[in-house]
């Protein structure tokens, strides 16, 4: 199958960064658009992690022009609170990942001086994690800190506003088709292969790939392909969010550089500072709570009523094949995690990716080999995703609700197919290795996971007798205190210069927004 044209079915922003990856990083390929003009968007705040600079860098889409478009902040950590137990807080700051020598040096301070939780945050990461502490960002010219701003530094933004900044921007000026109108009939021959999609107005539109990006519709790939459908249900139990926006009472301190994940009784709240104001929402489980009470419960957290809400029923899961034939699934018409972790639009930018490799790889000549490499590689991306949420539940120690109960005590990812030999390894390094092993460049994040969650490679008594040289042990513990001394005095420095630092409001007056308060 010689790929030359393409057609995208569904807007939104999958659908516009779909076309817009086709329009950069393959200028040869022709490639239209057809959305429903039926269909509204909702801009509730999206999230990223460092993996969405990519996109950017490959669009060549510079912070100045698109960030104010979309009322876009800058995020440098996600901060989970009262997810191990009411009334603490840690911290997953972007960067560090420093391999596991550093790991295992920590490991041993935590035992030997039975350091706290969000220590690993500030040993193993980079100075990020003061930035995000004291709500202060820099672009680090001088390399005063340990921080790189481009590498360690993501985004808040609207999601809708987003797309049709792509689709006026980038899409359209690099020869985009872009038709307007609902589709309502799918042709295929003989074999199964889709040949045309038929809109209201009678027309027809053709290509050679057809890019399903129709949301949980799933009109292509679900309806027409059929291919199997994995739930999540399994790993994750929530399925419905109401979403809405609250605006800034003291936006100097509330614009922060954090995504904050608050949990509440049934489930978790999200606070996304945007620059105009701040979106938020609560993602449950109606297995524990019905949308009546998530609504009180919302309410109460927020601590007003006087918001419009938006209901958003969450499908979690995703199809065992993202391409069927000439159906390639993008977004949710894919598969999604949940909100947690910022995985809708990373797992859009993944599966983009790895469709424009195989696409380059092969000269866009495409058979049921590269078909079945690329599903398997989805596959293993969105199973990574799936397990490491669950793990910010099946960690936590609270029990203080039935759904918190559930999460902690009554799950068992033992044995569950698609769940891979990644628990069992995560199992196997706490209780046999008591080490915790962190390739440089791989990322490091569920360790931040675990030590947020109170969980530590061993203690003091194990240190005492199986890892401190009992041949040198002076020796060995001046080490170990000469390397804590050393760190503290780094961080005594380290936060007297962040609190000099512009906060995240003024950092972003004076690169991104003027002095437009």
């Not at 559930?406 to 046999?432: P, V």
């Not at 360790?447 to 401190?468: E, S, T």
């Not at 503290?488 to 962040?498: A, F, G, H, P, S």
Request: aromatic share 14%.
């Amino acid at each position: 199958m010689k790929i030359k044209s393409v057609l995208i079915v569904g807007g939104g922003t999958s659908g516009w960064m779909a076309a817009c990856m086709f329009a950069k990083q393959h200028p040869n390929i022709k490639v239209s658009l057809v959305e429903s003009e039926n269909i509204d968007t909702v801009g509730v705040g999206e999230s990223t992690i460092i993996l969405f600079n990519a996109f950017l860098a490959a669009m060549g889409m510079e912070d100045k022009d698109w960030m104010p478009a979309c009322h876009a902040t800058y995020k440098n950590n996600i901060r989970f609170n009262d997810f191990k137990e009411k009334g603490h807080s840690f911290d997953y700051p972007f960067g560090g990942d420093r391999g596991s020598d550093t790991v295992s040096a920590w490991s041993q301070l935590r035992a030997h001086y039975n350091m706290s939780p969000d220590t690993y945050a500030e040993f193993c990461g980079s100075h990020n994690i003061f930035l995000s502490r004291y709500n202060r960002n820099t672009l680090n010219q001088h390399k005063v800190l340990d921080y790189n701003f481009q590498a360690e530094t993501a985004y808040h933004f609207d999601a809708a506003l987003f797309g049709q900044y792509l689709r006026d921007n980038i899409a359209l000026p690099c020869g985009v088709n872009h038709y307007t109108n609902d589709v309502v009939d799918v042709k295929k021959d003989e074999n199964g292969y889709v040949t045309s999609v038929v809109v209201k107005s009678g027309e027809e539109y053709s290509a050679d790939l057809y890019v399903d990006c129709t949301g949980f519709k799933s009109r292509l790939l679900g309806q027409e392909m059929k291919p199997k459908f994995k739930s999540y249900k399994p790993w994750l139990s929530n399925d419905s969010a109401i979403a809405t926006h609250i605006p800034y009472t003291n936006k100097e301190e509330q614009l922060t550089n954090s995504t904050d994940c608050t949990a509440i009784d049934n489930g978790w709240v999200w606070n996304i500072p945007l620059w105009n104001n701040i979106g938020t929402g609560y993602v449950y489980s109606s297995d524990f709570v019905d949308d009546e009470t998530a609504k009180k419960e919302f309410y109460s957290h927020l601590g007003t009523e006087d918001v419009d809400l938006i209901k958003i029923d969450i499908r979690h899961g995703c199809h065992k094949q993202g391409w069927v034939k000439n159906v390639v699934g993008v977004g949710l018409s894919y598969g999604f995690v949940e909100p947690l972790e910022s995985t809708g639009l990373i797992s859009t930018i993944i599966v983009l990716g790895k469709i424009s490799e195989q696409l380059h790889l092969y000269n866009n000549n495409i058979n049921q080999f590269i078909i079945d490499s690329y599903n398997y590689g989805c596959q293993v991306e969105m199973n990574t995703w799936k397990d490491f949420v669950s793990y910010h539940y099946k960690m936590s120690s609270r029990n203080d609700t039935p759904y918190w109960r559930y999460q902690t005590e009554g799950r068992n990812l033992i044995g569950l197919e698609d769940t891979g030999n990644d628990y069992e390894k995560i199992l196997y390094h706490q209780n046999i290795a008591h080490a915790w092993p962190v390739q440089r460049g791989q990322g490091d994040g569920v360790y931040y996971i675990m030590a947020g969650m109170g969980f530590k490679p061993f203690g003091k008594n194990f240190f005492d007798r199986y890892v401190l040289d009992q041949n040198n042990r002076e020796e060995a513990l001046k080490k170990i205190e000469d390397l804590h001394d050393e760190w503290q005095t780094d961080m005594e420095n380290t936060i007297k210069y962040v609190k000099t630092l512009p906060s995240s409001h003024q950092f972003l007056q004076e690169h991104i927004y003027g002095f437009d308060n």
